[in-house]
């Protein structure tokens, strides 16, 4: 059985910086897609960074520049570093595990993914 265990949320101040990191286990992932969503409070959940398969990382445009993905194949985890941390980064963050091969409108979609962790809490006070 495939699980996906998210942590490093908290609350942080506006400026600040948070590192989340996210271990899957059930199975070998060195071939998948794993990224991380978002969802704020009466929001839809939005993508917000991939590591597929041949390390690369795409961003929302929302993160790019401030948001680092990476990933540890032998580990099976993956981690977010948040830097330069606004009040609209607050959310739950979810960590995910697609497909492998595929193209950035598709790493955008939930339904690439077939695994969802629990989420954690990130809060930005301003």
């Known amino acids: 059985q495939v699980q996906l265990v998210e942590s490093g949320g908290g609350l942080v101040q506006a400026g600040g910086s948070l590192g989340l990191s996210c271990a899957a286990s059930?199975?070998?992932?060195?071939?998948?897609?794993m990224g991380w969503f978002r969802q704020a409070p009466g929001k839809e959940r939005e993508f917000v960074a991939v590591?597929?398969?041949?390390?690369?990382?795409y961003y929302a445009d929302s993160v790019k520049g401030r948001f680092t993905i990476s990933g540890d194949n032998a580990k099976n985890t993956v981690h977010l570093q948040m830097n330069s941390l606004k009040p609209e980064d607050t959310a739950v963050y979810y960590c995910?595990?697609?497909?492998?091969?595929?193209?950035?409108?598709?790493?955008?979609?939930?339904?690439?993914?077939?695994?969802w962790g629990q989420g954690t809490q990130v809060t930005v006070s301003s």
């Open positions: 995910a595990v697609g497909r492998g091969y595929g193209l950035y409108r598709d790493y955008v979609r939930e339904t690439w993914y077939d695994y």
């Open positions: 059930g199975r070998a992932f060195s071939s998948s897609t």
């Open positions: 590591i597929s398969w041949g390390d690369r990382t």
